[in-house]
């Protein structure tokens, strides 16, 4: 039975903060709140006053209740090479990416990543993600296997690769367009699974394999499409070699179709005013990788301008560029990205982008993303310290924004209590459960 009443402070959204406002009057915070889960796994109530008393209960005094957070980039198979050392982005990705991709091939190698990848997120505080597998067909399998058998929002694609890229990650025009239907006709719309087309990005794709990606996109309904934009200078001086008629990089993919309002773009770090009109005019998002973006050397993002334009700004992981599938760790990192830039994040527009805002962007603002009555109760408990020093610090904030964004910056994985998914927790601190029965 998954109905239960959980006490704790909720915090959550109503609408959208600005950037720099602690104040933000679209911050809901709700101490000492009842949240009831329903048999169906969704939000039944939120409420001041105890439940009935044939309710299950279980309080969390102190601790914060927030919806759980959403990831929109990051790579399954890149497990394996978190923290490698020492090179930026193309070089990166030839000595190890690449290698560690190849293994995907085999099913059972695929399974046990996919497992630990997505047992990693839950552990983690993240309960709906936006994932990159590879080329093989086993590991798109595999990693929808698992995200169904948790009951996750998941939201993944075969990787399209027919050029510069090793031969033993080159696929082709004519398989690949098989390989993706089949895909499609498989997991697309099954329980809580949606497709992406996913070329990596425009180097390693043909110009007939962006347009088959393009052709895919009208295929089902409902599609999603996710790649890499202007992550590295490097990349962007080789895409305008290889696209000379396009005017930018983004201009790559509006050329084949491939922009739209479930277009999820990695990066953006080097795009320019036009680009950034062109991200909003198509609908298409942003997803802002901080820890890859320092761990890789490859730029700042310029949050206020994409914002300025339009354009919706969300929050990855960019696992293994980045090195934490963290989501606080990444949003800390988010603020440091900005404060080099010269400007000031709030704690607000922070959470709000890895929840709400990443929800809304990704059009499943009505299932997911806030502490609402009827959306599904993805949700996560966090201590609000660690340790000693931490509590001491949450012990003289001046106010709530000053509370929260220390809690933010500090935290990580060891502040998380439990995760939730369709109200059936799936982790608890020191237990990861992937069958409904195997927690009470």
């Not at 039975?1 to 911050?27: C, E, K, N, Y």
């Amino acid at each position: 039975m998954t109905r239960i009443a959980l006490q704790g402070d909720l915090l959550d959204f109503t609408s959208a903060p600005s950037l720099d406002d602690t104040a933000s009057p679209a911050v809901r915070y709700r101490p000492d709140h009842w949240l009831l889960i329903g048999d169906d796994g969704r939000i039944s109530a939120v409420q001041a006053e105890p439940p009935p008393a044939d309710w299950p209960r279980e309080r969390h005094p102190g601790r914060l209740i927030l919806p759980g957070f959403i990831d929109t980039h990051v790579h399954s198979a890149q497990v394996d090479v978190l923290g490698a050392y020492g090179t930026a982005l193309l070089d990166w990705l030839e000595q190890h990416t690449f290698p560690a991709e190849r293994r995907m091939a085999d099913p059972a190698h695929a399974a046990q990543i996919s497992a630990l990848f997505l047992d990693g997120l839950l552990a983690a505080g993240t309960t709906a993600a936006m994932v990159f597998p590879t080329v093989h067909v086993a590991s798109v399998d595999a990693l929808f296997s698992a995200a169904q058998a948790r009951g996750m929002r998941l939201i993944a694609g075969k990787v399209l690769m027919d050029r510069h890229a090793p031969a033993f990650l080159r696929d082709d025009v004519a398989q690949s367009e098989r390989d993706n239907l089949d895909l499609i006709a498989r997991w697309h719309g099954r329980d809580r699974l949606a497709y992406a087309v996913t070329p990596r990005f425009a180097p390693t794709s043909t110009d007939a394999q962006l347009a088959m990606a393009g052709a895919l996109m009208s295929a089902a309904p409902g599609l999603y499409l996710q790649t890499h934009v202007a992550e590295n200078t490097d990349e962007v001086r080789w895409v305008a070699e290889l696209f000379p008629q396009a005017r930018s990089y983004l201009d790559v993919y509006r050329h084949f179709g491939l922009l739209g309002p479930r277009a999820m773009l990695a990066h953006g770090i080097w795009l320019d005013a036009d680009d950034r009109a062109m991200l909003a005019h198509h609908g298409a998002s942003i997803s802002h990788c901080p820890s890859s973006n320092l761990f890789l050397g490859s730029g700042l993002f310029d949050w206020a301008a994409t914002r300025h334009a339009g354009a919706a700004v969300t929050l990855g992981t960019d696992v293994g560029g980045g090195t934490s599938l963290s989501m606080p760790r990444t949003l800390a990192d988010a603020y440091q990205v900005q404060a080099l830039s010269g400007r000031r994040i709030t704690a607000w527009a922070l959470l709000h982008a890895a929840t709400r805002g990443a929800a809304q962007a990704l059009h499943l603002g009505h299932e997911i993303g806030s502490l609402e009555p009827g959306l599904q109760a993805d949700l996560v408990v966090w201590d609000r310290a660690a340790n000693p020093v931490e509590a001491r610090r949450q012990s003289v904030a001046r106010d709530l924004h000053d509370a929260v964004f220390a809690w933010l910056t500090l935290g990580d994985e060891r502040h998380v209590v439990s995760t939730r998914v369709a109200g059936v927790e799936r982790h608890r601190r020191g237990l990861i459960a992937t069958d409904s029965n195997d927690l009470c």
